[in-house]
């Protein structure tokens, strides 16, 4: 059986790792500029889920010795008002780096307010600049989860050059960035999504398959490529018969385990590995300011 830690790629233990080293350069840099980095997350309303994930990414902050400028906004808010709270950011420069806290309520425009962000700020690396970077292979700032999918590759030693990648799920956050990193690294890549034909065929050809879609235990044993790579990006709520409710991925952990060389797991995967890479974001705006 596979459950073995040598086959699991652990986000949690990575994610540690990238925070210690970004506590350690911090410690050096702040009595330099006078300022450690800051990192400003706005949230709109009472999403639970968004809450949690706002008060993990402030400990973490406080945990690097980061500077975190949380703002808990009322649900009502208009897009005017919300527009004005990231402009003042923007102009604030104790701040370094933006993040609006998804998804937002039905009456705001999000990728308007996310247009709004200075490119130079922009902590999840979603602004249009930013992708666009991205797809010209230029140094910027990167989206975070898929950013930390290619970290948590490299960190293993997994080659990606001349593999054949399939990447399911074709969303600005994850997988449309994701192929494009993977292509940079000289992978050959194929995108699934929920119109692709004979999807299983397709998955059993990838030496690295990336589930990003948000269906619960999608891909099964079956669909996988002995030895391959699995990385579930997903994540979701189920309830079982008793109405319990646990989280899983878009993997089924259980088959696909028997059969891959390596997987992640959910929850400790890929989630980690997003703030981390957040945090890293932030630090990199820090330092395009810095003149040393």
């Not at 706002?54 to 008002?81: W, Y």
């Not at 999608?218 to 579930?232: E, F, H, R, Y």
């Amino acid at each position: 059986m596979n459950q073995n830690q040598h086959f699991i790629l652990d986000g949690k233990a990575l994610s540690r790792k990238i925070q210690n080293h970004l506590k350690e350069k911090i410690a050096e840099f702040d009595p330099k500029i006078g300022r450690p980095p800051g990192l400003a997350v706005l949230m709109v309303g009472d999403n639970p889920a968004s809450a949690v994930y706002v008060r993990n990414k402030e400990k973490a902050c406080q945990r690097i010795g980061m500077a975190s400028f949380g703002k808990h906004l009322p649900a009502n808010i208009t897009q005017a008002a919300l527009a004005a709270e990231i402009s003042a950011l923007n102009q604030d420069s104790n701040v370094d780096g933006i993040l609006i806290q998804l998804p937002l309520p039905n009456h705001l425009d999000a990728v308007t307010l996310l247009h709004q962000i200075d490119p130079d700020k922009d902590a999840d690396g979603l602004h249009p600049l930013n992708l666009g970077k991205l797809v010209r292979s230029e140094p910027g700032l990167r989206s975070c989860t898929p950013a930390g999918v290619i970290k948590l590759l490299e960190e293993y030693d997994i080659p990606l050059e001349g593999k054949k990648a399939v990447v399911i799920g074709r969303s600005i956050l994850v997988g449309k960035p994701l192929a494009l990193m993977l292509l940079e690294k000289n992978a050959t890549v194929t995108m699934a999504h929920s119109r692709t034909h004979n999807l299983a065929e397709v998955c059993q050809e990838a030496d690295i398959l990336v589930a990003a879609v948000g269906k619960p235990e999608l891909v099964t044993g079956s669909m996988v490529k002995p030895g391959a790579v699995v990385i579930d990006v997903g994540i979701n709520r189920i309830k079982d018969q008793e109405g319990n409710s646990r989280l899983v991925g878009d993997v089924e952990f259980d088959s696909v385990s028997q059969i891959a060389s390596y997987i992640t797991t959910v929850p400790g995967g890929v989630g980690p590995m997003t703030v981390a890479m957040l945090l890293s974001n932030t630090y990199w705006s820090y330092c395009q300011k810095l003149t040393l």
